[in-house]
């Protein structure tokens, strides 16, 4: 499979030459919104999507899988996987469908994506893998465990997808039809609205007080770290003017839908942001399975400096949100067992807040750069218009708002009776929040084929790459995150 | 476009010297967001998170 190929957003849902009814974007936030709405049924005391399969951390497999609530207990563990998957399938065969891709092999290909994605999952929760207090290695019985947190998991998705796509390169092109980390990612994030909402809830003016900070993240993405990378690129490696742009978007910015977006409005050859964005999804892999553990080691005492750090670092939206949710995990398991316990959600809160500020202004940059473009650079009479503002905005992050907005709202809006019912809920549709990061991470594996990539020709735009990212986007998003996050800690748990 | 011909293109890319506009576009930016960042800065001093 071609990670070139496969990196990009619009490349292979399609099987026919006429463009899908709607967008992969808005699917993302009519699917994110369903599963929403389903699981606030709750607050009328009919629980719909509480079959959901979860999982706890293990040393004996039969107790590891269980059900979202214990209304669906009966169903067991399996019955509640095999719900799982059934049900996603159908949703997801559907979103394929409006796609006009071809739905017997999406199916397929999803089958496979999602049994060896959830079996990586369930293996990263055993306890010698997972288990992390002095009390849990006791309770599982075990004398040593890596200490990785049920969310380690994530770690072992993502191990697997490049497995498949480096040593069976013909599998993963057979399941390429399911390998849609950008969908995935982006349902999960419109769910993460309503359940930061509720972690917000409890504390507003700390809330408040994030997403004032998030600007400061907005103008180094866009202001310091794109000039930066674009003159890096340009000087330092003589790359022309078509090439630098989208890099250094890719790099600076978003990843993928930045370097799509700035290559379409600079009127660019498809073929550069698409190679651009294989190179962001390789190195994503690389920070994800390396800065969540140095956050916990160096910056486990300001939890939401390391939360702010990751998603200014890790350059796409999926490995950015689920990088936050593993340095969560490590952040909060080595607080505890320094006796300190947070509660969960804030870190990775924080990591999702900067990274939608940053989402939410790639229409507005790349509309910039098109009007530069085509009025000075290449004058064209195919002139930057607003409306493309519009258009390339990331339609998920109104779902992401909308969540965020209603479950804020229903956590304090209504009256106490039902307000209480409301972390339940929440809690149920964060549930399918955690199947589609797992989908998430095991897709981003998958389209990480080195081999293939260097094979292509990509060793310069890495040098920009690792240059930029190792030797100035990873300090200074340090610097700033600290200078803007530090001295904040998340409230403590109970 | 193959992929052989991506390795070949930017291996013999003629160089494209930095035009004024893209000076602008470069100092511009740093300068705005340097600025912004030390008020931002200066903000979140007087302004501390709130619990």
Not at chain 1, 185 to 199: D, E, N, P, Q
Not at chain 1, 222 to 233: H, P, T
């Amino acid at each position: 499979m071609s990670a070139i190929e496969t990196a990009s957003p619009r490349a292979s849902w399609s099987a026919t030459e006429t463009p899908p009814r709607i967008s992969e974007d808005w699917l993302s936030v009519i699917i994110g919104l369903v599963i929403f709405v389903l699981a606030l049924a709750v607050l009328a005391n009919v629980d719909l999507i509480g079959w959901a399969v979860t999982t706890s951390v293990w040393n004996n497999l039969g107790q590891a899988l269980g059900t979202a609530s214990k209304t669906y207990a009966p169903l067991g563990g399996a019955g509640a996987l095999l719900a799982t998957y059934v049900a996603l399938l159908a949703v997801l065969s559907a979103a394929a469908m409006a796609l006009k891709a071809d739905v017997r092999k999406f199916a397929l290909a999803f089958t496979a994506v999602f049994w060896i994605a959830y079996a990586s999952w369930v293996v990263g929760s055993y306890a010698s893998f997972a288990a992390v207090t002095p009390a849990e290695l006791q309770r599982f019985g075990v004398a040593w465990s890596l200490r990785l947190t049920n969310e380690g998991g994530f770690i072992f998705a993502l191990l697997a997808g490049l497995i498949i796509a480096n040593v069976f390169p013909r599998f993963a092109e057979t399941i390429k039809e399911a390998v849609r980390p950008e969908l995935y990612i982006k349902i999960a994030i419109v769910i993460l609205g309503g359940f930061f909402a509720v972690t917000a809830a409890g504390k507003l003016n700390l809330a408040s007080s994030l997403l004032l900070r998030g600007v400061a993240a907005i103008i180094e993405a866009y202001l310091i770290y794109w000039a930066v990378v674009y003159f890096v690129a340009r000087k330092w490696f003589g790359f022309n003017r078509e090439w630098a742009a989208p890099l250094a978007s890719g790099i600076s910015i978003c990843g993928v839908s930045a370097a799509i977006a700035t290559g379409a409005a600079i009127r660019a050859r498809p073929i550069i942001p698409v190679l651009v964005s294989s190179l962001v999804v390789i190195f994503a892999v690389v920070e994800v399975l390396i800065l969540p553990f140095l956050a916990q080691t160096f910056l486990w005492q300001e939890p939401l400096v390391a939360g702010a750090w990751i998603g200014l670092a890790v350059k796409t939206d999926g490995a950015a949100v689920a990088g936050g949710g593993i340095t969560e995990s490590l952040i909060l398991a080595k607080s505890a067992a320094e006796g300190v316990t947070y509660q969960p959600g804030w870190i990775l809160g924080t990591t999702a807040t900067v990274k939608v500020f940053i989402d939410i202004f790639i229409g507005i940059w790349a509309f910039v750069l098109g009007y530069i473009w085509t009025n000075h650079i290449n004058v064209t009479s195919d002139k930057a218009k607003i409306v493309e503002i519009w258009q390339r905005f990331p339609k998920f992050i109104l779902g992401f708002v909308l969540t965020f907005l209603v479950g804020l709202y229903l956590a304090l809006g209504t009256p106490a009776d039902v307000a209480s019912k409301v972390p339940v809920a929440i809690g149920e549709a964060n549930t399918f929040r955690v199947i589609f990061f797992i989908l998430t991470f095991f897709s981003i594996g998958v389209l990480s084929n080195f081999k293939k990539l260097w094979q292509e020709g990509i060793g310069k735009l890495a040098a920009v790459y690792v240059i930029s990212l190792f030797g100035f986007v990873i300090w200074v998003g340090l610097i700033i995150s600290w200078l803007f996050f530090s001295g904040i800690k998340p409230p403590l748990a109970g | 476009m193959s992929q052989p011909d991506i390795r070949t293109e930017l291996q013999r890319a003629a160089p494209e010297p930095l035009l004024p506009i893209e000076k602008k576009l470069i100092g511009f930016s740093l300068g705005i967001g340097l600025v912004l960042l030390v008020v931002l800065a200066v903000v979140n001093y007087f302004v501390p998170a709130t619990f």
